[in-house]
């Protein structure tokens, strides 16, 4: 999956440091596109040693590297770099790459909503000792939104229930959707799975985790088995397919990044 990088390792600790010559700075434009040159599948992005005056934020560290978040991109550009959508990246880079440049976005996102505070409206400052935004006046603190969302996959016999989205990402896909307020992440499945194909489930167990910054999300990943009568009756609004297919005739996607394909593979070769 996306965050599987070993031998690599992301160190998120909090770290209130200043931006030094050989560390990395990451910029996305405003439409969330990211500066950077490819080649090969791998990223290169703009060097602390090329920044003048702009106002920055510590991200994270993969390994030895350290990497910046640039809030104020006013003037910063470089010859043979161009801008990249996630999308994009996630077709042509590495997979290390990939998750670094989803995890910052996921970061950059939320500096970018929460500028001001929700409270009494005064700019927001960077917390001293933790990764968060302070507000000066009333003392409010906002911490980085993580949006928990399900991932299920749906087992008849030996076959899963795959489905496509109507728009968006075009492969197949599982039942997906986000916890509601005062929801528990089995209930999330129950609701999810009904709303989109109106199959009930049973047996409701956990299988894994997946960090997802495109979306700020925090996927889980769940098994289940239809409940009775197992008739789709797809949701249009939000899917293009919904169909039980046999193991062997599971499509995977393209590549190995998401909980999502993971979960099908293990389901079409035998290994959950």
Known sequence: MIQDIFPSKLDNAFLPAEIEDDDFLLIFDSE????????????????GSEVKDSWLVYLFSVDD???????????????????????????IAVQKDVFIVFTAY????????????????????FH?????????????????????AVIVGVIKDDSMLITKYKQGYAHSALIAGFTEIGETLEETVQREVMEETGVR????????????????????????????????????????????????????????????????KVFKENKL
């Open 32 to 47: 969330g596109r990211i500066l950077t040159h490819e080649d090969s599948g791998a990223l290169s992005f703009i060097k």
């Open 65 to 91: 590297r350290r990497y910046f978040l640039a809030l104020d991109t006013t003037g910063i550009n470089k010859a043979g770099y161009a801008y990249y959508d996630l999308r994009e990246i996630r077709n």
């Open 106 to 125: 996921h970061l950059w996102r939320w500096y970018t909503d929460n500028k001001f505070c929700g409270r009494c409206a005064e700019q927001l400052v």
């Open 128 to 148: 001293e000792k933790e990764r968060a935004l302070r507000c000066p006046k009333c003392g409010n603190v906002i911490y980085p939104r993580i949006n928990p």
């Open 201 to 264: 489930v049973k047996n409701v167990r956990y299988y894994k985790s997946q960090p997802w910054g495109m979306a700020q999300d925090i996927l889980v990943g769940f098994f289940c088995e239809a409940d009775g009568d197992d008739e789709i009756k797809m949701d249009e609004g939000e899917l293009k397919y919904a169909a039980w297919v046999k193991k062997e005739d599971i499509e995977l996607q393209p590549d190995n990044f998401s909980l999502t394909n993971e979960m099908m």
